[in-house]
């Protein structure tokens, strides 16, 4: 288990180092200099490389970039002046962090009630309507269902504030633009896991020895169809993570995703490239927690793992 | 036991009617694979129903549908901005007076050739790199392993944004970005299947009767594995189009004045409040080519793989 975890850490190093690597050297590709203005002089541009380190040779740079990333200095915003791009992310991440948690949670439970009723009544009305949410869910885009969910519950009935972030009524439509693939996905889930394990012979010795339809659903079923659902927590992270950039866009909601979108339009290379690796590292560290949990659940992975 | 003696008839050693052995078979017409998941698929009518719109959706894309209009989808018209539905222009006009139904489906064509070139760099890269991987194994099989876990740790989006500030935005920058990672899933399955198939029997019998290597991944190891192929092609196939509408959203993907169905929710949203039909249009497109993929693709999954059927 051990030798399995930290052969997972060395690839999240790696790709981290990667990626990293990668947007330092883009970052000296772009075209244009915030010091090409021909009003310098060439001492007050040749003092303005020193001050930022521009006139050392590339590799020098490199390595202080590194090492700067590696402290979680990600460089100042080209577009909002002298603003640390590690200080707007952290002002932003307190808003999406509260609106994607509140999504997952929703998803969650809306998303297991529903799976578990579908499967109950397999093949009834009930299992067929939550097989059609769950496609619809998976197939129409939180871009669409955004603007929907504004047009319908925003203007038309007015139950909802359709913009900005003031209270907690602004942050219902957001997360429930984005909780509708969680819902579908939890529930697609759910309801194939537990028609399967309702077939296994452990659930007809269940209830060959007597208990009750409810024991035998809670004890047996339930709880062997929840523990897979732990690997479909990295693509949900992952997924929450890219909606919220055009959910955030939609809602005017002022957090990470929000910011990132406007920075792509105003040309903001150091907040991308900042914001960016700041994705990657939350992308990653998803995918080696799912990794780590898939281990501890399924041994035959880890040993194959380890064998490779 | 006691044996009883018996009278012994010539009658008795009469050869039996063939036909009546006959009924007693159970076994019904031979059929093969493809023929059996045909049929299991032609039982699933919302995945028929979505093969049929797929077929359509691509016939309206590149032929019918900028057929049916005089309008180009550059053309502007101030003059008759934001003219609603009418019989003239079926889905109404933008700001700049431009024929909705022609950018449309000219949105529609950009969606179905990411889906198309996912679908080709799954079969021309993955399937390839993950037969190649799979069936030399050893030190090659590492190496180009630790290739794929590394590309896998970096997520298409960042790949995406980074290629986009590199390069132009547009389909050649969106192609590229898929390129690099779009196939890594793939070549993940189909290695799996090579490294379980080729130690079977009749990979073996197949090696002693003198097969080359080629001849034996071509003609065996491969047809045994286009189950899982086509499956997972069917799930790619959402998922790029998904990624290019989103990147054209965000501003990434393809630029004005060029359409993609991405961009034109991304300009229809701010305008709905006044213009709602601006928004359903491509929004509907957008969502019945998500959701007939998704259909057909389990059905395919039901159909190629009884096992996995739920």
């Known amino acids: 288990m051990i030798r399995y975890v930290a052969r997972r850490v060395a690839y999240m190093l790696i790709a981290l180092f990667v990626i990293a690597s990668i947007t330092f050297f883009i970052s000296k590709l772009l075209p244009g200099s915030p010091f090409a203005n021909p009003k310098l002089t060439p001492q007050i541009r040749q003092q303005l490389f020193e001050k930022y380190g521009l006139d050392e040779p590339v590799t020098v740079q490199y390595v202080k970039y590194m090492l700067n990333v590696a402290q979680g200095d990600l460089g100042n915003s080209f577009y909002f002046e002298n603003r640390p791009v590690t200080q707007m992310i952290l002002e932003g991440l307190p808003v999406s962090m509260f609106i994607g948690v509140q999504a997952v949670i929703f998803g969650l439970v809306v998303g297991l009630v529903l799976g578990i009723v579908a499967a109950l009544r397999h093949n009834t009305l009930w299992d067929t309507a939550a097989v059609v949410i769950a496609v619809l869910g998976v197939s129409v885009p939180s871009f669409i269902l955004g603007p929907i969910l504004q047009y319908w519950l925003g203007v038309k009935l007015g139950l909802f504030p359709i913009a900005f972030f003031e209270s907690w009524w602004h942050s219902v439509l957001p997360s429930l633009a984005l909780a509708v693939f969680v819902i579908s996905t939890v529930a697609r889930f759910i309801r194939s896991e537990m028609l399967e394990v309702m077939g296994q012979d452990y659930t007809t010795l269940a209830r060959a020895k007597g208990l009750s339809g409810l024991a035998v659903i809670v004890r047996h079923v339930l709880r062997n169809s929840l523990i897979p659902l732990v690997t479909v927590l990295a693509p949900l992270t ?47 560290l998803a995918l080696l927690i799912q990794d780590i949990l898939y281990g501890i659940i399924d041994p035959r992975i880890r040993v194959s793992g380890a064998k490779e | 036991m006691e044996t009883r003696h018996r009278e012994l008839t010539p009658d008795l ?17 031979p059929t093969s694979f493809w023929k059996d998941a045909w049929r299991r698929l032609k039982r699933n009518r919302g995945a028929l129903i979505s093969l049929g719109v797929i077929f359509l959706l691509f016939a309206m894309a590149f032929a019918i549908g900028p057929l049916l209009s005089p309008y180009s989808s550059y053309g502007q018209d101030l003059t008759r901005a934001y003219s609603g539905v009418s019989s003239e222009f079926w889905f109404g006009t933008d700001k700049f007076g431009r024929d909705m139904w022609t950018r449309v489906w000219s949105g529609a064509r950009v969606s179905l050739y990411i889906g198309l070139l996912a679908a080709c760099l799954d079969i ?22 630790r290739v794929i876990e590394i590309l896998n740790g970096i997520p298409y989006l960042v790949i995406a944004i980074l290629a986009m500030i590199v390069f132009q935005p547009g389909i050649l920058t969106i192609s590229i970005a898929l390129g690099i990672t779009g196939w890594t899933f793939m070549a993940r399955i189909v290695r ?14 197949s090696r002693s009767l003198g097969a080359s290597r080629f001849r034996l991944v071509w003609k065996h190891l491969l047809p045994n594995s286009l189950g899982p192929i086509i499956v997972n092609l069917m799930f790619t196939i959402p998922a790029a189009i998904f990624g290019e509408a989103f990147l054209s959203f965000i501003g990434l993907g393809i630029q004005v004045p060029d359409a993609s169905l991405g961009s034109l929710i991304s300009d229809a949203a701010r305008e709905m409040r006044f213009h709602p039909y601006l928004l359903w249009f491509p929004a509907a497109v957008f969502c019945l080519l998500m959701i007939c993929f998704n259909l057909l693709g389990d059905g395919l999954r039901d159909a190629l793989d009884p096992k996995m059927r739920k």
């Open chain 1, 238 to 284: 992952i997924y929450i993570i890219t909606g919220s950039l055009v959910v955030e866009q939609i809602f005017a909601v002022p957090g990470i995703g929000e910011q990132f979108v406007t920075s792509i339009f105003v040309s903001d290379y150091s907040m991308i490239l900042g914001t960016t690796l700041f994705f990657s590292v939350l992308f990653i």
């Open chain 2, 13 to 29: 050693f009469e050869p039996t009617d063939v036909r009546a052995q006959e009924g007693e078979r159970i076994a019904g017409p």
């Open chain 2, 124 to 145: 021309f890269v993955g399937v390839v790199y993950g037969a190649v991987s799979g069936f030399l194994g050893g030190t090659v099989d590492d190496v180009m392993q």
């Open chain 2, 192 to 205: 799996g299947r090579m490294l379980q198939l080729k130690e079977q029997d009749f990979a073996l019998a």
